[in-house]
């Protein structure tokens, strides 16, 4: 296999497994900050990096002391302990939860660097070519399937808890499939009130028209699709 020739324990095999990573790391890294999302070069090239180191110290170990030691150990630990650190890039803002690609990112560069790092390195360079397609064109497909979609998520604003009822009314009285509807209340005087819902609309209505529909229920200030 052409990893075979990367995984004898050589001075410059170690090199190219570090430069292999360091690499890989980078390419995630850079895609990841062009986007202007959480999990950039730095961090995804550290923890490659890391994670190469970590393989290359058990294959050392098992060099030392052969037989003595499970070499799947550490890694194990590495897997399960970059979860808290990619569990620190999400961030959940009202109702919205944003920072998991980032996390699954940062947990992926560490699998990359454990391959690399043990000397399957065209296994690592397979994925990260793979998660690099993924992430590109799974949007357009999401959005040419979505768009065909009856379930709209909305944020509706409204003056008051009257005009609440009034919308869970209409959605019952239109035979809507309520999945969520979710009410936050005021802090303070003059603020409205928020709701977050997501529902089937009616067979036959048009998502844009719906939308308008709501808008025009006495006491709705605004309407936004999530």
């Known amino acids: 296999m052409f990893t075979l020739s990367f995984s004898d324990w050589t001075w410059s095999n170690i090199l190219i497994r570090m430069l292999i990573s360091l690499i890989l790391g980078l390419v995630i890294g850079i ?4 986007k202007r999302r959480g999990g950039g070069a730095r961090t995804t090239i550290t923890v490659c990096l890391g994670a190469s180191m970590v393989m290359l110290l058990e294959q050392y ?7 003595r030691l499970d070499i799947s150990r550490i890694a194990a630990q590495v897997i399960s302990g970059v979860g808290f650190l990619g569990a620190g890039s999400i961030l959940v803002s009202g109702h919205q939860i ?3 690609t980032s996390a699954a990112s940062i947990w992926t560069c560490a699998c990359i660097g454990l391959a690399v790092g043990i000397g399957f390195i065209d296994g690592a360079i397979m994925l990260t070519a793979l998660w690099l397609a993924g992430v590109h064109l799974v949007p357009y497909i999401e959005n040419k399937i979505y768009r065909h ?3 709209m998520t ?4 409204t003056t008051d808890g009257k005009t609440i009822t009034l919308v869970s ?3 019952k009285e239109d035979k809507c499939f309520v999945d969520t509807f979710v009410v936050d209340r005021p802090k ?3 603020q409205p009130f928020q709701i977050v819902t997501t529902f089937k609309i009616p067979k036959g209505a048009h998502k844009e028209t719906y939308l308008h529909t709501l808008q025009e229920i ?3 200030e605004a309407v936004n699709e999530l």
């Open 169 to 171: 009314r209409k959605l």
């Open 188 to 190: 303070a005087k003059g």
């Open 98 to 100: 944003k920072g998991l």
């Open 31 to 34: 895609d990841r900050g062009a």
């Open 149 to 151: 979609s009856k379930y």
């Open 218 to 220: 006495s006491g709705v």
């Open 154 to 157: 909305l944020y509706i604003e």
């Open 61 to 67: 170990l098992e060099s030392l002391y052969p037989g």
